[in-house]
């Protein structure tokens, strides 16, 4: 006959069972955190933002797509996303950010964070640009590429222009006019690089440009002076002359770099 005895289990192990128990049911529940292919989405979520707050982005990275692609309508997804972006921008990857947040503007366009993706795609272009927009002093004007610069100006201008109450617009607005003084800076350069080797034509062209483009900036009073330079040198005194009385006509121009960026 069993001893009965021997059958009974004391209080202690009996809770010491129960959180075991508890501990297997809350892990199998995650899933094996050991293998993304196997994790929960919750488990999956929670390892990437583990991640990014180490910066450690590759692996954030690594966990978000796959609960992105395993889970393409759960909870977690839409959230996913959107920290791809971000992790992507930490990253280093502007194209890469610049295509998620595109993805997440076409699949979410009435979404409530939607300003943030259009923000960072302004935040992409501008530090993907960030060599032309610090002028590069040391490069010849006409080597400088600011295509950079004028996507960034592009996609903060849509920004505000969509969503002029988000949190975003006034950091968005401050960048918009940098830019836009940095363009009329670069166009100015390459409008003096070609007055100085007597190309007047394309002097006068670029400074037209400037003019037309960038008005309430510095450069735009500058530019006035190569036109006149330009058109002095073609012997268009006329026009040369014209330009003088704007010039002087317009002594406000000259306090600068104060534009809108519009």
Request: glycine share 4%; charged share 25%; aromatic share 10%.
């Amino acid at each position: 006959m069993l001893d009965q005895h021997r059958l009974t289990i004391s209080p202690f192990k009996k809770i010491a069972l129960a959180c075991l128990l508890l501990s297997l049911i809350g892990c199998s529940s995650l899933g094996d955190t050991s293998d993304p292919e196997k994790m929960s989405a919750e488990a999956l979520y929670k390892a990437s933002r583990s991640a990014m707050n180490t910066a450690d982005y590759e692996t954030a990275l690594n966990h978000l797509e796959t609960l992105e692609s395993r889970f393409p309508f759960g909870r977690y997804t839409q959230q996913a996303q959107l920290d791809i972006i971000y992790a992507y921008y930490k990253f280093d990857e502007p194209e890469s950010t610049l295509a998620a947040a595109d993805r997440f503007i076409k699949l979410y366009p009435k979404h409530p964070r939607v300003d943030y993706a259009y923000y960072m795609r302004g935040l992409a272009s501008f530090n993907k640009g960030m060599g032309s927009l610090d002028y590069l002093l040391n490069l010849d004007p006409v080597e400088r590429d600011p295509g950079s610069a004028r996507e960034a100006l592009h996609n903060f201008s849509n920004l505000i222009a969509q969503f002029p109450t988000s949190k975003y617009a006034a950091d968005a607005h401050q960048r918009r006019i940098y830019l836009h003084n940095n363009l009329a800076k670069h166009d100015l350069s390459v409008a003096n690089f070609y007055l100085e080797r007597g190309a007047y034509i394309a002097a006068a062209r670029r400074a037209s440009e400037v003019i037309q483009n960038y008005q309430r900036t510095a450069a735009s009073r500058e530019a006035l002076d190569v036109l006149s330079q330009a058109y002095t040198a073609l012997e268009l005194n006329e026009l040369a002359a014209d330009i003088e009385r704007i010039k002087k006509s317009n002594p406000a121009s000259n306090n600068g770099d104060k534009t809108t960026g519009n």
